[in-house]
């Protein structure tokens, strides 16, 4: 075996046993113990295939590809697709699944980004008419905007869930959670460090027929980066969504960073079926959330097709898997080079 293998090895071995994570929390702080727990017991029984049961198209075919090939617009060599234009190379091109998304998703990069290594290219190459990716300090001016929330840990955060009532978040400095911790990073506060405010109007909205927004936001950057970014008084203006816990699958870890900071694909796939399955529920059918660590499973939203009005959409059974289908192909390289 090989020097790099037996590295490769060893640091999935020490994901798997939580060394990265909640080195000094605070013994007595029962809750954060809990948290801790919980994901360190899924990522323990994660299967091989996390992605067993998702609707992600074939992706075999991709191994086919030999070699590297020009940019149809920009000319340069690139292997599946420009990363730079966001279109597949000529020999992917109308072979590729096409993602149509609820809403629109625009990604800030930051300018020190690798643009070849971000997952966000995938968004934009399989949801083209949906995605767009901006390079900072290049963005638009999101004050002049409504009905956009930016997905990103802030202390006043709300779940996705709340999009859809009048609730709003009272919570305590901090998360309740011990001084030295960013709430970015242990995300999971105390239960009784939340109050929710309901207005005096109805708490629910009308879920059947639209969506409570139409444009999120999602920051690609390393943590520090991403701080700064949220600063911009463009972006600090928007209401602050945070995403469920979840596994990540991706392959290259930011340093000491837990297991559940998602790569940014994974992180729009995880607001896109949180936002549906709110709308519409989960199809009784649907596996694809089974195997991928899922922190807070969405039980009391399973439903089945007779259960719904006729004029509803479709209870979530994977239209938005697709968007991960690079990043599938990607991880089945690695694991299958690797394992």
């Given at each position: 075996?090989?020097?790099?293998?037996?590295?490769?090895?060893?640091?999935?071995?020490?994901?798997?046993?939580?060394?990265?994570?909640?080195?000094?929390?605070?013994?007595?702080?029962?809750?954060?113990?809990?948290?801790?727990?919980?994901?360190?017991?899924?990522?323990k029984s994660t299967p091989p295939n996390p992605?067993?049961?998702?609707?992600?198209?074939?992706?075999?075919?991709?191994?086919?590809?030999?070699?590297?090939?020009?940019?149809?617009?920009?000319?340069?060599?690139?292997?599946?697709?420009?990363?730079?234009?966001?279109?597949?190379?000529?020999?992917?091109?109308?072979?590729?699944?096409?993602?149509?998304?609820?809403?629109?998703?625009?990604?800030?990069?930051?300018?020190?980004e690798i643009e070849g290594k971000?997952?966000?290219?995938?968004?934009?190459?399989?949801?083209?008419?949906?995605?767009?990716?901006?390079?900072?300090?290049?963005?638009?001016?999101?004050?002049?905007?409504?009905?956009?929330?930016?997905?990103?840990?802030?202390?006043?955060?709300?779940?996705?869930?709340?999009?859809?009532?009048?609730?709003?978040?009272?919570?305590?400095?901090?998360?309740?959670?011990?001084?030295?911790?960013?709430?970015?990073?242990?995300?999971?506060?105390?239960?009784?460090?939340?109050?929710?405010?309901?207005?005096?109007?109805?708490?629910?909205?009308?879920?059947?027929?639209?969506?409570?927004?139409?444009?999120?936001?999602?920051?690609?950057?390393?943590?520090?980066?991403?701080?700064?970014?949220?600063?911009?008084?463009?972006?600090?203006?928007?209401?602050?969504?945070?995403?469920?816990?979840?596994?990540?699958?991706?392959?290259?870890?930011?340093?000491?960073?837990?297991?559940?900071?998602?790569?940014?694909?994974?992180?729009?796939?995880?607001?896109?079926?949180?936002?549906?399955?709110?709308?519409?529920?989960?199809?009784?059918?649907?596996?694809?959330?089974?195997?991928?660590?899922?922190?807070?499973?969405?039980?009391?939203?399973?439903?089945?097709?007779?259960?719904?009005?006729?004029?509803?959409?479709?209870?979530?059974?994977?239209?938005?898997?697709?968007?991960?289908?690079?990043?599938?192909?990607?991880?089945?390289?690695?694991?299958?080079?690797?394992?």
């Amino acid at each position: 075996m090989s020097y790099l293998k037996k590295k490769y090895q060893q640091h999935r071995q020490r994901e798997l046993a939580g060394f990265v994570v909640l080195q000094n929390v605070n013994s007595k702080d029962n809750a954060i113990k809990y948290m801790y727990s919980k994901i360190l017991n899924m990522a323990k029984s994660t299967p091989p295939n996390p992605f067993s049961g998702m609707r992600i198209a074939d992706t075999t075919f991709l191994k086919d590809v030999e070699g590297r090939s020009p940019c149809t617009v920009c000319g340069k060599s690139r292997k599946y697709f420009c990363y730079h234009c966001y279109v597949p190379v000529a020999e992917l091109q109308g072979r590729l699944p096409s993602v149509k998304l609820p809403v629109s998703i625009d990604i800030i990069e930051h300018k020190n980004e690798i643009e070849g290594k971000s997952t966000a290219i995938h968004a934009a190459i399989l949801a083209p008419n949906d995605v767009k990716i901006y390079t900072y300090p290049n963005i638009p001016d999101y004050r002049k905007e409504e009905q956009v929330v930016l997905i990103f840990p802030t202390p006043d955060a709300v779940p996705v869930s709340s999009l859809f009532t009048e609730e709003s978040l009272k919570i305590k400095e901090n998360y309740g959670l011990p001084k030295g911790y960013h709430m970015g990073t242990l995300l999971r506060c105390k239960l009784n460090d939340i109050v929710l405010e309901s207005s005096q109007e109805s708490n629910t909205r009308d879920l059947a027929h639209r969506f409570p927004l139409r444009k999120a936001v999602f920051i690609d950057s390393t943590w520090s980066q991403c701080r700064g970014i949220y600063k911009d008084e463009r972006i600090v203006c928007l209401k602050t969504v945070v995403i469920q816990n979840r596994i990540s699958q991706f392959w290259r870890h930011q340093k000491n960073s837990p297991r559940w900071f998602l790569a940014t694909v994974e992180a729009i796939h995880q607001f896109l079926i949180e936002l549906h399955i709110t709308a519409y529920g989960l199809h009784k059918e649907y596996e694809g959330l089974m195997h991928i660590g899922y922190l807070n499973f969405p039980h009391d939203k399973i439903v089945s097709c007779d259960q719904r009005c006729k004029e509803e959409a479709e209870p979530y059974n994977g239209q938005y898997d697709n968007i991960l289908f690079f990043f599938l192909h990607m991880y089945n390289l690695i694991h299958e080079y690797y394992d």
